[in-house]
Each structure stands twice: as C-alpha cells, then as structure tokens.
C-alpha cells in the first residue's frame, strides 16, 4: 500500500489482518479521541471490508482513503463510500479537532 506522497497516517484498519494502527507521532493524542478513532476505524472495516486509513495531507486537511485486494468480492464500495459520508457528518467534530491538532504540531514544527 503506497503512502500518497507527502501525506502522513494518522491511523488505520485492516480487515485482512484484522489489524488496527495509529502512527506514534500521535501517540500524544487524548485517550479519549485514540479509542474513539480505533472505534471509527474498525467499526468501518467490519462493516465494508478492506483498508481504511485517515491521512493528513499536506494543507492539513484529513482524507479517509480505502483499498481492497483485487479478487475481493466482500468489498463493499457503495457502502464505503456511504459510511465514509456518515462518518464525515457524524465525526465532523473529532475529525476538526483533529485537523486542527495536526496545523497546530505543523506550526511548531513537530509534524
């Protein structure tokens, strides 16, 4: 799975290896808002399948991006692309924040 370049995860799931990841550059993040990402993300993947990951790009904004292997016929992609809406409407909140976090670590130079 290529990183887009320039842009940084924040955290991710897989639902191949039912695995969950947050990038320890935000290790530093409230409990709180850690397990409610960890949530969010595995939740998602259980529903729709494949890969989950929110990124930051460069202008700081977060962009949820997912992936499937080829041949996988359980991949829901009208539901992914459904979910990710509910969740921009539903998380907009956390997902601010969370954007604002980053500008503010980008500003001091620890991004």
Do not use: H, W
């Amino acid at each position: 799975m290529d990183q887009k370049k320039d842009s940084i995860v924040l955290c991710g799931a897989n639902s191949y290896e039912e695995k969950y990841y947050l990038n320890p550059q935000f290790d530093n993040l409230p409990k709180q808002v850690k397990q409610e990402l960890q949530i969010m993300c595995v939740l998602y993947v259980n529903d729709v399948g494949g890969i989950l990951l929110l990124e930051f790009a460069p202008d700081g904004t977060l962009q949820f991006r997912t992936e499937a292997m080829e041949n996988d016929t359980t991949y829901d992609e009208i539901g992914s692309v459904l979910k990710i809406k509910e969740l921009q409407r539903t998380k907009e909140e956390l997902l601010r924040s969370l954007e604002l976090y980053y500008k503010v670590l980008l500003a001091n130079g620890l991004g």
